[in-house]
Nanobody, 122 residues
């Protein structure tokens, strides 16, 4: 079974920085894409950043210029570096990955991490 384990969440003051990581483990042939989502209280879960196996990235407008997503394919790990954090960034951040478990089939499966709390407050 594929599992995604996030780490790096916590409490940070406005303007501060925080780095998140997510490591995938299990029966994995390839992963494409990997992404970070977040869900604030009483709001829908939204895509924060996404990265493909080729290194292409996209971000929600509110985090452009502040957040950077990257990945280490050899370690099946995705990272999210968050700078210039704002109170509105407060949310539970979830790692997401579309995993191909075998080369014999075209089917892919999506997996979610358990989530890690990021709180931006003074």
């Amino acid at each position: 079974q594929v599992q995604l384990v996030e780490s790096g969440g916590g409490l940070v003051q406005p303007g501060g920085s925080l780095g998140l990581s997510c490591a995938a483990s299990g029966s994995i042939f390839s992963i494409n894409p990997m992404a970070w989502y977040r869900q604030a209280p009483e709001k829908e879960r939204e895509l924060v950043a996404e990265i493909t196996s080729g290194g292409s990235t996209r971000y929600t407008d509110s985090v452009k210029g502040r957040f950077t997503i990257s990945r280490d394919s050899a370690k099946d790990t995705v990272y999210l570096q968050m700078n210039s954090l704002k109170p509105e960034d407060t949310a539970v951040y979830y790692c997401y990955a579309v995993v191909q478990t075998t080369s014999a089939f075209s089917s892919s499966f999506s997996f979610w991490g358990q989530g890690t709390q990021v709180t931006v407050s003074s």
